[in-house]
Structure formats: structure tokens, C-alpha cells
């Protein structure tokens, strides 16, 4: 490494040092190399195995560290093995903008998975990319982070560049919004900065919740939205929690993004993300691992994608260091800590008994007792109906829990099933205790 990029390098890894804990910065961050420097923009490269994960879970925290380096805006772009300098002249006059607009090629419609978290937000964004402008606008996505609103995003712009017939798209966050905003008040060119976010078809606004409590920009991105509206642009943006809790956001700004349709996303369902993990898998090139890994992993990361696909690189890791398959043992064993295993017994009938008791507004002894009323019989007969169902008791034995023979629980069983079928207030009433007991 030249002398100037190892200085300029070493400079970014101090900063990074003090965001970062060390395990952080020694996995992820230290492989790292800077390969080129040509204005606001540092070309990083990453090893192959890494570098999908860095872009994704340290693309800001870069950026942040090479501002501070720098002491001016900065870019870091990141690259694989087969990157090679630009020899065209053309580039060195490359407008960092243009690389702040850069839309992942990952992102598309086709890698995204969809579930029922999600399935009406990709629905809409779809829609969307075919028909910008002429369906929902503006479209909100909200939802936690790391559940694929970015993704979306991208992939909206991807769809556009692609088949929109040269319609012009623009990506940027919330913080690279601000950042050029300011920029253009401190240089005296707001000309440049209005064409640059106005003179466009679709724009792509991701984390609008960080305009919060920034007057001016607010103020500039209020006058943004109504003359691309009004022009007939489309407007997607992403925010963590949906317009009407962003409280700290000017009112009329929230009232234009509740204009539109509102769409949120959740966390995917346990198929979804066993899908997320294969795919991702492949993508990754790792070597094949096994099922019972991979179930591991999405039994205990259930909060985000970005999570689950963290936890699937940091059992690769582990597995790499050690020397050891990515086997479920190993996947248990580096999740143990962070992901503790929320695997909990059944419950058993004198639990079942119990809540059942509860929601009937009886005494658990009561259900055990020669009581023939007519409310602790048909207490103890959905009792005995959720053992058998929850449980993996036989009807002797669950009689046994209950002071009963075998024919009297079949009995309470055919009952409770006629119950079901004809009275929803009955049906409605075991299912809540049902969803309780599994989640207790």
C-alpha cells in the first residue's frame, strides 16, 4: 500500500477502533484494505467471504469514520478481488453524489423473500416499480430495522433503471439528503442540489425518521416533495415506525406522507427465514451447510433479516477460525450467548389444568373434585380436550390427571370438538387459552 493511502488508512482504522469493539473491528474490519483514493472517495477492498456483509452492516459506520479521517464528506466504496483501477480521465472528475446514489444490484424483486410480514408491502412496491406514479404515491414502508424496507427500496430502483423506458431514479438516505443539503448551503449552490433531487422521475428516500427535529431541511424536503408530486414523480419512503408516531417530523410533512398508501413490514415467519438463509447461503458461496444449521440459527434469530443473515456469517466465521464443521452444534454453541435457545418443555396437564381453571374462574381444584355443575364440567372437558392436544399424554393418563377414566375423557373430547363447531364464542374462548399455553 502506498504511503499516502497506508497514512490516510491508518488514519480511518483509529476511528473506527473507537465506534467499534474489538471483536468487531478484528472479524470484520481489519481484513480491510484501502486500494485507492481519488477525492471524497476511499475504494476499500474486502475479501470476498466478508465483503457482502461489511457493505451491508458497515457501510455507514465507514463513511462516518472517513468523514472524521478526512475531516470533510466523505464515500467508501467497497470492492471485491476483481476490481482493477479506472485508467479513464473521465472518472477522476467522478461526483461523489453519483456514488451516493448507487442502488444494490442484490436488491431485487426476485431475491427478496417474501412471507406474511411482508407481503403486502412487496406487493405495493411492485406495483409500484411497474406503475410509478400512477398507483399508490407517495408509498410508505415503515417497520423495525433490518426487516427489508431497504431492500424494497432498492429494488423499486432497480425494476425502473431496468424496464422504465429512461425514467429517472434517484436513491439516497435521510443522512446523505441532510449531508447534501447542508453542503449545497455552505458552497452557495442550491441550483445543483434542486436539480439533483427535482429533476427526476422516482425518488427513493430511506430513514426519514433522522429529518426529525431538523428544521431547514424539513422545510427544503416539505418543498421537495410537493414539486415532484406535483410534477408527477413518485415518492417511496422508509421510516422505523409508521407517519403518525413520528412525532418530532413537522406536521404537514407527516400528513403528506400519510397521503399515499402506509404499508408496514414484520418480522418473517420461521419457513421465511430458512428460505433467507439458503438463499444467502449460495449468494455467499459458502460450502454447503447443513439443514439442522440452518434451523438452529432461524429458531433463535427471529427479530430481523439482518440479524439472522448476521448470525449465519458469524457461525461461518466461527467455523472458519476453529476449524470445525457449521454443524447445529457449533451454531448453538456461537449463539448461546447472544441468542439464548428460547426452546421451553410443553406445558404439562396440571399446568393446563391450572389456566384453564383460571379462564373459567374456577379453582384448579375444582376441576379434579366429583363437582357436576355444570361450568366446572365444561371447564374440565376443555381442559382434558387442550391435554390431549398439547400433550403427548394418552387417555388413560390424562384421566388419571384428572380423577377420571379413560371413556370419560373421550367423552369430554367429543363434547368440546361439538362445542367448537357450533358455538364461535366457545371456539374463541379455547383458542386464546390455546395461544396462551403455547407461549407460556
Not at 407481503?119 to 404515491?137: D, G, I
Not at 429529518?211 to 422505523?240: C, R
Not at 448453538?332 to 426452546?343: I, K
Request: net charge negative.
Amino acid at each position: 500500500m502506498p504511503e499516502d493511502l497506508a497514512s490516510t488508512w491508518n488514519d480511518v482504522c483509529t476511528e473506527l477502533r473507537a465506534e467499534v469493539s474489538d471483536f468487531t473491528f478484528h472479524i470484520w474490519l481489519e481484513p480491510l484494505s484501502l486500494v485507492a483514493a481519488r477525492g471524497p472517495v476511499l475504494t476499500v477492498h474486502a475479501p470476498g467471504h466478508i465483503r457482502s456483509w461489511v457493505t451491508e452492516r458497515y457501510d455507514r459506520v465507514l463513511r462516518e469514520a472517513a468523514t472524521r479521517a478526512l475531516g470533510r464528506p466523505a464515500q467508501v466504496d467497497i470492492v471485491g478481488g476483481d476490481w482493477a483501477p479506472e485508467v479513464s480521465p473521465d472518472l477522476a472528475l467522478h461526483d461523489a453524489a453519483i456514488d451516493e446514489d448507487r442502488l444494490n444490484p442484490k436488491y431485487t424483486f426476485e431475491q427478496f423473500v417474501i412471507s406474511d410480514g411482508n407481503r403486502f408491502a412487496h406487493a405495493a412496491a411492485l406495483t409500484v416499480a411497474e406503475m410509478p406514479a400512477q398507483a399508490y404515491n407517495p408509498l410508505f414502508i415503515y417497520g423495525e430495522p433490518g426487516l427489508g424496507k431497504t431492500h424494497l427500496l432498492h429494488a423499486i430502483g432497480n425494476y425502473v433503471r431496468r424496464y422504465g423506458d429512461g425514467l429517472r431514479v434517484r436513491y439516497a438516505t435521510a443522512e446523505a439528503f441532510i449531508s447534501a443539503f447542508v453542503e449545497s448551503v455552505r458552497g452557495g449552490d442550491p441550483a445543483a442540489f434542486k436539480s439533483r433531487f427535482r429533476d427526476i422521475d422516482v425518488l427513493l428516500i430511506d430513514d426519514v425518521q433522522f429529518f426529525a427535529a431538523k428544521v431547514k431541511t424539513e422545510e427544503e424536503f416539505f418543498h421537495t416533495f410537493n414539486a415532484l408530486y406535483g410534477s408527477g414523480a413518485q415518492l417511496v419512503l422508509t421510516s422505523d415506525r409508521r407517519p403518525a408516531d413520528l412525532a418530532s417530523v413537522e406536521a404537514r410533512l407527516r400528513e403528506r406522507f400519510e397521503a399515499g398508501l402506509v404499508v408496514d413490514v414484520e418480522s418473517p415467519d420461521l419457513a421465511a427465514r430458512m428460505t433467507i438463509l439458503r438463499k444467502r447461503v449460495v449468494e455467499d458461496g459458502f460450502e454447503t451447510v447443513a439443514d439442522d444449521a440452518l434451523e438452529e440459527v432461524s429458531g433463535r434469530v427471529t427479530t430481523s433479516v439482518r440479524a439472522l443473515e448476521g448470525a449465519l456469517i458469524r457461525l461461518m466465521a466461527y467455523a472458519s477460525l476453529r476449524g470445525c464443521p457449521p454443524d447445529r452444534a457449533t451454531a448453538a454453541e456461537v449463539l448461546d450467548r447472544l441468542y439464548p435457545s428460547t426452546v421451553t418443555p410443553p406445558p404439562g396437564p396440571a399446568e393446563i389444568r391450572k389456566a384453564t381453571a383460571e379462564a373459567f374462574g374456577l379453582e384448579p381444584e375444582a376441576l379434579l373434585a366429583r363437582d357436576r355443575r355444570p361450568a366446572v364440567s365444561r371447564a374440565r372437558q376443555v381442559a382434558m380436550f387442550l391435554t390431549r392436544e398439547l400433550t403427548d399424554e394418552s387417555l388413560p393418563a390424562i384421566g388419571r390427571a384428572f380423577n377420571r377414566n379413560h371413556a370419560t375423557v373421550s367423552h369430554a373430547l367429543d363434547r368440546v370438538e361439538q362445542d367448537l363447531a357450533a358455538n364461535p364464542e366457545a371456539r374463541l374462548k379455547v383458542e386464546a387459552l390455546r395461544r396462551s399455553l403455547r407461549s407460556s
